[in-house]
């Protein structure tokens, strides 16, 4: 069964750097049958895929055209997890962030397991 | 900002069926399957649908998706008091390069 766990802190300064980890149980970071994406909501602008990483003979990281340039997704294999890194964040980036396993089946990716999610709060 | 349209509420009586619809475009649902998520209250989005029509192994059968060209839909037989969440909708889009999302569609058992 697989679990994911996240960590980080719940507030964020304007201008600064948004940082989360998310522990993987029950699957390994380096599959090559699952994406590691970031995921949040906000109620102004709902759900939005932020980006995902994977290891298919190399790693891979895809980003949202929204986010695109301040962006970094990170897998950790020494520690069997990955991370987020949203520099430069500003109020609009205040949501409940999740780390979500997209599972293989029938060839796509699905967003199949779900950490239980963290809200981060931009402010001074 | 959510790419996929679905309608803000639905409603039903224990027992009916509930139908909910999801409207993209031909980057998105017009060229790639569908999955659907439900959402309770405090909680993560569950998987519901995935490939447009499977279920995971847990998902109840009263649980059904479909796909016609760049619209989808999510029906719920025999509707419960359980089944009283958020949905939400979800899809590759080719022009964006990611993911999109549907705007969620709150259902509830009158």
């Known amino acids: 069964q697989v679990q994911l766990q996240q960590s980080g802190p719940g507030l964020v300064k304007p201008s600064q750097t948004l940082s989360l980890t998310c522990a993987i149980s029950?699957?390994?970071?380096?599959?090559?049958?699952?994406?590691w994406n970031w995921i949040r909501q906000s109620p102004s602008r709902g759900l939005e895929w932020l980006g995902r990483?994977?290891?298919?003979?190399?790693?891979?990281?895809d980003y949202a055209v929204s986010v695109k340039s301040r962006i970094a997704i990170n897998p950790d294999t020494s520690k069997n997890q990955f991370s987020l890194q949203l520099n430069s964040v500003t109020p609009e980036d205040t949501a409940v962030y999740y780390c979500?396993?997209?599972?293989?089946?029938?060839?796509?990716?699905?967003?199949?397991?779900w950490g239980q999610g963290t809200l981060v709060t931009v402010s001074s | 900002q959510s790419v996929l349209t679905q309608p803000p509420s639905a409603s039903g009586t224990p027992g009916q069926r509930v139908t909910i619809s999801c409207s993209g475009s031909s980057s998105n649902i017009g060229s790639n399957t569908v999955s659907w998520f439900q959402q309770l209250p405090g909680t993560a989005p569950k998987l519901l649908i995935y490939?447009?029509?499977q279920r995971p192994s847990g998902v109840p059968d009263r649980f059904s998706g479909s796909k016609s060209g760049t619209s989808a839909s999510l029906a719920i037989s025999g509707l419960q008091s359980e089944d009283e969440a958020d949905y939400y909708c979800?899809?590759?889009?080719?022009?964006?390069?990611?993911?999109?999302f549907g705007t969620g569609t709150k259902v509830t058992v009158l």
């Open positions: 490939s447009s029509r």
């Open positions: 979500v396993r997209g599972g293989k089946y029938s060839g796509w990716y699905y967003f199949d397991n």
């Open positions: 979800a899809a590759w889009d080719d022009s964006l390069d990611g993911y999109v």
């Open positions: 990483t994977y290891y298919t003979s190399k790693w891979y990281s």
């Open positions: 029950g699957d390994s970071v380096s599959t090559n049958s699952a994406t």
